[in-house]
């Protein structure tokens, strides 16, 4: 019995798409080149998590199965309404989440993965809200990714940049945003006369 020959499949869709993209064109039927790209990006989603899911060794399909996943989501809808950003960015966090997740001794996934669900926050709160001062959430949301490497990944060092980040996020995205550069001025004050007594104090 002769073996499926995959270029008849590759064929197919490619022609599928040519035909989608002429109707599109032609205004006979609009968004006809969105849904066939959303099609193509949801199939290699599909490919790539159920490599992840069926092999605990393809950790890293995660990363590109749900990225493909939020394109083929804000490809398809979602980004005519504002969460385009939101789906898109949040997909690759939760690729690095689910890396986390499969393998906990990959503490660092939990960065990107923060770094990405912050970022799509922030994108839907602009594009959907109209928010366009998203500093103190960025910032938030920074510091509360390191917390979690610090509770989660037993980082201690993680703890330093978590509170500098929140406490940024704090005075940015609360009305006390102009106390921030008294908070500066104080702490130069305090570590100049820490210094200026120390130097006097007997060894």
Avoid at 62 to 69: D, E, M, N, R
Avoid at 168 to 176: A, D, M, R, S, Y
């Amino acid at each position: 019995m002769k073996r499926f020959d995959y270029r008849i499949l590759i064929g197919a869709a490619l022609i599928l798409g040519g035909i989608l993209m002429l109707l599109d064109k032609v205004n006979i039927l609009k968004h006809a080149t969105d849904f066939f790209w959303a099609g193509v990006l949801a199939l290699g989603a599909v490919i790539f998590l159920f490599w992840f899911f069926s092999d605990r060794s393809r950790w890293w399909a995660a990363i590109p199965g749900f990225t493909l996943a939020g394109m083929a989501a804000s490809t398809l809808l979602l980004d005519r309404i504002g969460w385009g950003g939101l789906v898109f960015l949040g997909g690759i966090g939760v690729g690095f989440w689910a890396v986390y997740l499969r393998r906990p001794d990959h503490w660092w996934a939990i960065i990107p993965g923060g770094v990405m669900l912050t970022l799509g926050f922030s994108s839907a709160l602009s594009e959907a809200f109209s928010i366009t001062d998203t500093g103190g959430v960025f910032f938030v949301g920074l510091g509360l990714t390191f917390l979690l490497v610090a509770l989660l990944a037993r980082m201690k060092w993680a703890y330093i940049p978590a509170a500098v980040l929140l406490l940024l996020g704090f005075f940015l995205g609360t009305p006390f945003t102009g106390v921030l550069e008294f908070v500066w001025i104080g702490i130069l004050l305090v570590a100049g006369l820490m210094l200026f007594i120390s130097a006097f104090r007997p060894n």
